[in-house]
């Protein structure tokens, strides 16, 4: 289950590698109900190291990586991984429950251990403080950053990894504050009637949301920049597949700047997307995404056929709690 702002992510994000020599590192890997025969630990200055499954269900290499922060992927999900030099990791996990069960052991990896877990505490923070009143929310976001703190010094790892935790838990508790007013604005639309848009189609002309009334609408907010965008493609491909015929009309909206205009054409043209392809006028300025409160992408939103809000921030294609909710809407 993945949280929807890591720290560990943030790190990887703002952070250059910490060191630039390059160390040996040993790294093994049994993970139970695997999703590929390859893991994939990528990092910075285009860092890539591919590790596939021998003829012992193990994941095994040996390889050299300057000190800092990695993200190690099965091809579906992916978790934060911190090297050192020298390190001897043996990681132990079950892809069904992936970041629940992630234990590393052997040599230098403390730090990924504490990278695991403090997912798993941001992740519950998510679910539980989000839906408090701001006071309340406030007050938990802050005791969070003391026992984060705490818990940081209390260990024994590399300095550079503490300082550059530190600076994550600022980062974290400015983006966590910012998606729970977002949040906030996003729960009161629901019911209400949606904002319009008037957007250039990709087949030609314009598009009103006014158009598409008497469908329900599941618009994805986009830009062929976004990774994770791109990476929800497929499993959106497979749900208009599945309700093609419905009373469902699945809509993208490229949120890229006018510069990029020719690029979203030829992706939409190369990866041959399907439902309605529309450009907005100006990117994240653009009056629909800057009413909907819309800070980060992908994001997902439903409308009725009435032209209200049923839920202004949906789940992704690749979430089964969306077909959950489409087939609750539509049978």
């Known amino acids: 289950m993945k949280n929807l702002f890591a720290a560990g992510l943030l790190i990887f994000s703002t952070l250059n590698a910490i060191g630039q020599a390059k160390n ?21 200055n285009n860092f890539k190291q591919v590790i596939p499954i021998n003829n012992k269900e193990i994941f095994a290499a040996n390889f050299e ?3 800092g922060f990695y993200v190690f992927s099965d091809g579906k999900e992916s978790s934060n991984i ?5 390190s001897e990791i043996n990681l132990t996990m079950d892809a069904k429950e992936f970041d629940e069960t992630i234990v590393y052991k052997g040599k230098g990896v403390n730090e990924s251990n504490f990278l695991a877990q403090q997912s798993l505490k941001d992740e519950k923070f998510q679910n539980e403080a989000f839906s408090k009143p701001e006071a309340e929310f ?8 003391k026992t984060d703190s705490e818990s940081l010094e209390k260990g024994d790892f590399d300095p550079e990894f503490k300082t550059a935790l530190k600076m994550s838990f600022e980062s974290f508790n400015q983006y966590a504050f910012q998606e729970y007013e977002r949040a906030s604005k996003a729960a009161k639309m629901t019911g209400k009637a949606s904002p319009e848009f008037d957007y250039e189609n990709y087949k030609g002309g314009k598009t009103k949301l ?35 015929g419905k009373n469902i009309e699945f809509v993208s909206i490229s949120i890229d700047k006018a510069k990029d205009h020719e690029k979203w054409k030829k992706f939409v043209n190369d990866k041959n997307l ?31 056929p009435k ?3 049923v839920s202004s921030d949906a789940a992704r294609p690749s979430d089964p709690k969306l077909q959950e909710q489409l087939n609750g809407l539509l049978n």
């Open 274 to 304: 399907g439902g309605v392809q529309l450009f907005a006028d100006k990117d994240w300025e653009s009056d629909f995404v800057m009413k909907y409160g819309v800070t980060g992408i992908p994001r997902f939103i439903i409308i009725d």
């Open 210 to 244: 006014a158009d598409l009334k008497g469908k329900y609408v599941y618009i994805d907010l986009w830009a062929t920049w976004c990774a994770p965008c791109r990476a929800e493609i497929p499993y959106l491909q497979k749900v208009e597949e599945m309700y093609h």
């Open 65 to 67: 990586a300057p000190k």
């Open 24 to 44: 040996e590192i040993k790294f093994t890997a049994k993970i139970a109900n695997r999703n590929s025969d390859t893991l994939v630990i990528k990092g910075r």
């Open 307 to 309: 032209g209200n809000v």
């Open 138 to 145: 406030t007050s938990l976001l802050e005791t969070k950053k």
């Open 82 to 86: 911190y090297l050192k030099p020298d």
